[in-house]
């Protein structure tokens, strides 16, 4: 099967600072990717679309200027939290679409201290 | 719009029994559905999925799934369980962008 990957897998910062998470489809092009966002023993919430070459499209609630989404080429986008707070802290996995199949990362715990 | 309930939040069965996982789901549009399991701290694997054709769909690790239009069900089994098979599997549909999850259901398999 089609083959996604997550890095980094896992990341502690401090607050204020940003981090950034890649996404990249590995045997695949896709030109939309996903970004969710999981809290503990709960299900995956949708955080936004990212389509190549355009602007993501954001879900509601979820604030543009603090989830910065780079969808550059057809095989990579990446995540920045920006100016990263203790709530932040959370599981992040981004997905790619093949066909009509979304196909996951691995994730990536951020802790923010 | 379309939405996905997953009956039981935690499914426990013993070594070698039959896993039943329920999944019923609303759609305005005909459904593509799937299951995906995801492992402790892991992202989501898919297991099968059903989009036309044939009803009953057969995926990986021995599972399979039947899609019901009558009955919006779309539930998850396999004859006998495996210790392995202990995870979090997840109920999600789509009708066309946006894949909508079930909350979960975490199976466990006791020797």
């Known amino acids: 099967g089609a083959v996604v990957s997550q890095h980094p897998s896992r990341v502690i910062c401090k607050s204020g600072t940003s981090v950034k998470i890649e996404c990249r489809s590995l045997?695949?092009?896709?030109?939309?990717m996903f970004w969710y966002r999981q809290f503990p023993k709960q299900s995956l919430m949708l955080m936004a679309t990212s389509n190549e070459g355009s602007k993501a499209t954001y879900e509601q609630g979820v604030e543009k200027d603090k989830f910065l989404i780079n969808h550059a080429s057809l095989t990579l986008s990446t995540l920045t939290v920006t100016s990263a707070h203790p709530e932040d802290s959370s599981f992040y996995i981004c997905?790619?679409?093949?066909?009509?199949?979304?196909?996951f990362g691995a994730g990536t715990r951020l802790s923010v201290l | 719009a379309q939405s996905v309930t997953q009956l039981g939040s935690h499914v426990s069965v013993s070594e070698g029994a039959l896993v039943l996982l329920r999944c019923n789901y609303s759609s305005s549009v005909p459904p593509y559905l799937f299951w995906y399991v995801q492992y402790p701290n892991q992202g989501l694997q898919l297991l099968l999925k059903?989009?036309?054709?044939?009803?009953l769909v057969k995926g990986i690790n021995g599972f399979e799934a039947e899609f019901k239009k009558s009955e919006t069900s779309f539930h998850l089994t396999k004859p006998s369980a495996h210790m392995s098979d202990a995870a979090e599997y997840f109920c999600?549909?789509?009708?066309?962008?946006?894949?909508?999850f079930g909350t979960g259901t975490r199976l466990l398999v006791s020797p």
């Open positions: 997905s790619a679409r093949l066909g009509n199949i979304q196909y």
């Open positions: 059903y989009t036309t054709g044939a009803t």
């Open positions: 999600a549909v789509t009708g066309f962008q946006k894949l909508v």
């Open positions: 045997d695949f092009q896709a030109t939309t």
